[in-house]
């Protein structure tokens, strides 16, 4: 049986995206748009998404190299602003252990003729299935394919 433990860690990333608050809250908000930037590595199989987005809404994602494991993503929205904010409790998977729970701040700000957005997340990683550096590593990653998929 593996040891219990939960390591706490808060994490901030800021981007600036050369797009509209408008268009940034419409990639996180619209399930089609989202799904052309919220994905895993290339090499990944995955779930379609399923994307319920309102106060209450939830999220699902999930996907894993072939062979596994499969990483999943269950969210609920809890606060949305539109064009401004969003605020998520979600949990990560491998495969059906739990590794960890954790609150999503997104905040989307105007900056010149772009966006500033800030994620902070605070999360809980359970028994050393995870480690904060490398969600915050995960994340960087998807807030630079979103930057991406923004300048194309």
Not at 62 to 88: A, C, F, L, Q, W
């Amino acid at each position: 049986m593996t040891e219990r433990s939960v390591t706490h860690a808060t994490f901030v990333i800021e981007r600036v995206y050369p797009a509209a608050p408008e268009r940034v809250f419409q990639a996180w908000s619209d399930p089609m748009v989202k799904a052309q930037w919220f994905k895993g590595p290339e090499d990944w199989d995955g779930e379609p998404a399923e994307l319920d987005f309102r106060v209450g809404g939830t999220e699902t994602n999930s996907g894993g190299p072939e062979g596994g494991p499969i990483h999943t993503m269950k969210s609920t929205y809890y606060d949305i602003v539109p064009n401004e904010r969003i605020v998520t409790c979600y949990e990560m998977y491998v495969d059906d252990a739990r590794m960890s729970v954790s609150v999503g701040t997104l905040e989307i700000k105007p900056k010149g003729e772009g966006t500033l957005m800030t994620y902070t997340e605070q999360g809980a990683f359970l028994d050393g299935l995870d480690q904060p550096k490398f969600r915050e590593h995960g994340t960087g990653e998807l807030l630079d394919a979103l930057g991406a998929f923004l300048s194309a």
